[in-house]
T-cell receptor, first 108, second 116 residues
Framework: EDQVTQSPEALRLQEGESSSLNCSYT??????LFWYRQDPGKGPEFLFTLYSAGEEKEKERLKATLTKKESFLHITAPKPEDSATYLC?????????FGKGTKLSVKP | GAVVSQHPSRVICKSGTSVKIECRSL??????MFWYRQFPKQSLMLMAT?????????EQGVEKDKFLINHASLTLSTLTVTSAHPEDSSFYIC????????????FGSGTRLTVV
């Protein structure tokens, strides 16, 4: 069964304290590993798509990496405005299989 | 970039009534649209997939007679929750796909449905 598991469920950081979010996946016929940011009461906002193991993508303080079984979202020197839920999803046969997300809180 | 507009953002309705949610792709033609449901602290659960001009494909356990999906054009899909009950209260999110685009799934802002 296709599955995407994210850890930790919640993460509290001090401003400037770097960390990583994990996404483990077992998705048959994976067609892309997606990262989204979701703010409360809003729809997911696209961050990255990774297609092959070893691929890395960066955007401001965020860097996403991909292996054959996992993806990591690295957050370098986070700011309070980075607080949100980060969702990971595996693309398969035209739709997305989502994890439950990691709720990130960054305190000033 | 691609924008998907979803309306309304919030709706409160009485039990037994029907509610329609609209999802529009504003600057691209969406070959496929998806409807998700999200409960608090849970992941987005795919309800159905629709392609323009054809019937929607519903996920297992989703009642197609209760959640009516219409995708009449390449820029508009609607979800109608019929005879709503309190257990239908949830956050509904649409997504539109434009084949060939990197990160080609764009999400609407979601609709918070409360059935009283």
């Amino acid at each position: 069964e296709d599955q995407v598991t994210q850890s930790p469920e919640a993460l509290r950081l001090q401003e400037g304290e770097s960390s990583s979010l994990n996404c483990s996946y077992t998705v048959s016929g994976l067609r892309g590993l997606f990262w989204y940011r979701q703010d409360p009461g809003k729809g997911p906002e696209f961050l990255f798509t990774l297609y092959s193991a070893g691929e890395e993508k960066e955007k401001e303080r965020l860097k996403a990496t991909l292996t054959k079984k996992e993806s990591f979202l690295h957050i370098t020197a986070p700011k309070p405005e980075d607080s949100a839920t980060y969702l990971c999803a595996g693309g398969s046969q035209g739709n997305l299989i989502f994890g439950k997300g990691t709720k990130l809180s960054v305190k000033p | 970039g691609a924008v998907v507009s979803q309306h309304p953002s919030r709706v409160i309705c009485k039990s037994g009534t029907s509610v329609k949610i609209e999802c529009r792709s504003l600057d691209f033609q969406a070959t496929t649209m998806f409807w998700y449901r999200q409960f608090p602290k849970q992941s987005l659960m795919l309800m159905a997939t629709s392609n323009e001009g054809s019937k929607a494909t519903y996920e297992q356990g989703v009642e197609k007679d209760k959640f009516l999906i219409n995708h009449a054009s390449l820029t508009l899909s609607t979800l109608t929750v019929t005879s709503a009950h309190p257990e239908d209260s949830s956050f509904y999110i649409c997504s539109a796909s434009q084949h060939g685009r990197s990160g080609g799934y764009t999400f609407g802002s979601g609709t918070r449905l409360t059935v009283v």
